[in-house]
């Protein structure tokens, strides 16, 4: 009789296990004890379980506006984005699971805790560990991390709410991050569908550099999904400034002035069936083209018509104030100055100002902005030291650039990003508790 050592290899920090294999006598003997429920197999896994991901700021070109499901998040247009650089605008996010932690799970968000029970949170991480349960399934010698209560920890470094799409990058971090500690193997694409439930635009934050988000036609939203137009090395030139007017939090959501809108505004179906369609087909051919006045024109005109819809919404919503239409009015008359479409205006639903321009026109565009906004916050990073600021480019009459100076708090000078990075920098520590900034 022959004893063998076999070694099982526990879910668990790796235990071992060796035990008298009969194999000579008792063909199978070695699976019988696999199978048995031993104390010492059967002890928890205490193990912290922890993935971090920081993942970007996407700011529309074609503009979501309105849902045709409100439960799934399916919207009534396609839309188009521009990634933004992690470096300047970013949510640092930390998902943690162990079976030591008590239920429910929870979330702290810029070091507040907040409602996770919600239905968006809720059907993402529903979601996500439906898919973990079915890679435990199909291979039982897996933790069970799907069971485990999740501890997520994430972090802003721009204002929360203010129409910087901080949504859009917090459910991109969430659903990344926790898809990382569940080793899911789905694509950022499939992940995408995940994603929109929580924040639509939130599904093209998880690609980097110009992002699709195509409306689809199936009623469960499995054709809605996010598509990569071009990465970023194809045009990494474009850059954008961003003058932050307001970081106070919106007096109307997006979720419910979208619908308002739907509901009650005569410009929205000819904007939905025909504005839009044509201008996404032609500002992916401006990509692709790397026209950057053609994406300018379209790029503008869309805000325009975007916030004429909101305008055309009863009651009417305002998003816009004195100071947007101010940098409107300085983008105008600095294109008109130098004769052709240099810097581009476009506002989300928020009053905060995204001028794209191409990096060769940096001192040019940003330059003008930053000799008329020389005192405001954000030119002191690297990217805003290497404006220099260009005098007597932006000619604008003394009340438009009194509005801009009072009304402006801050600029970040920004450019074209990639996708959701996975990080070791963990906002959780190795026994479970929430790291200090």
């Known amino acids: 009789m022959r004893f063998e050592k076999v070694t099982w290899m526990d879910p668990c920090p790796q235990r071992e296990i060796a035990f008298a294999n009969l194999e000579s006598q008792q063909p199978g003997y070695a699976h019988q004890i696999h199978a048995q429920p031993l104390s010492f197999r059967t002890m928890a896994d205490e193990k912290i379980y922890r993935a971090s991901t920081t993942a970007p700021v996407n700011i529309a070109v074609i503009k979501y506006w309105g849902k045709r499901d409100t439960a799934l998040n399916l919207p009534t247009n396609s839309s188009l984005s521009v990634t933004l650089a992690q470096s300047d605008l970013r949510t640092h996010t930390t998902a943690s699971c162990s079976s030591t932690f008590s239920t429910p799970d929870t979330l702290i968000l810029n070091s507040a805790p907040q409602e996770i029970s919600s239905a968006r949170p809720t059907v993402c991480l529903t979601a996500l560990r439906s898919l973990r349960a079915a890679l435990e399934d199909a291979e039982p010698e897996l933790p069970k991390l799907s069971t485990f209560p999740l501890r997520l920890i994430s972090v802003n470094n721009f204002p929360t709410a203010a129409g910087l799409a901080s949504s859009a990058a917090g459910f991109a971090a969430l659903v990344r991050a926790v898809a990382d500690l569940y080793a899911l193997p789905q694509t950022a694409t499939e992940l995408s569908l995940i994603a929109r439930q929580g924040s639509g635009s939130a599904c093209r934050s998880l690609l980097g550099g110009y992002v699709a988000w195509d409306k689809g036609s199936r009623a469960d939203g499995t054709d809605s999904i996010a598509r990569l137009v071009a990465p970023r090395s194809h045009w990494p030139e474009m850059q954008a400034l961003i003058l932050v007017v307001s970081a106070d939090k919106k007096g109307i959501s997006s979720t419910t002035g979208m619908q308002a809108t739907v509901n009650t505004s005569a410009l929205f179906k000819t904007r939905t069936n025909h504005v839009v369609p044509k201008e996404m087909a032609e500002i992916e051919q401006a ?31 305002f998003y816009l104030n004195d100071v947007s239409r101010a940098a409107i009015r300085a983008v105008e008359e600095l294109n008109t100055r130098v004769g052709k479409i240099v810097a581009a205006y476009t506002f989300d639903a928020g009053p905060n100002a995204v001028i794209y321009h191409l990096e060769q026109n940096k001192d040019l565009v940003a330059g003008s902005f930053k000799f008329l906004l020389a005192d405001k916050q954000g030119w002191n990073g690297d990217r805003g030291k290497a404006v220099i600021a260009m005098e007597g480019v932006l000619s604008v009459d003394d009340k438009v650039a009194k509005i801009l100076r009072d009304g402006v708090s801050r600029v970040i000078p920004t450019g074209i990003g990639e996708g959701p990075i996975s990080v070791q920098e963990h906002l959780i520590d190795e026994h479970g508790k929430p790291i200090e900034a």
């Open 287 to 317: 990509i692709r083209a790397k026209d950057f006045e053609a994406f300018g024109r379209i790029t503008m005109r869309e805000s325009n018509s975007f916030h004429a819809t909101c305008l055309d919404t009863e009651p009417p919503i």
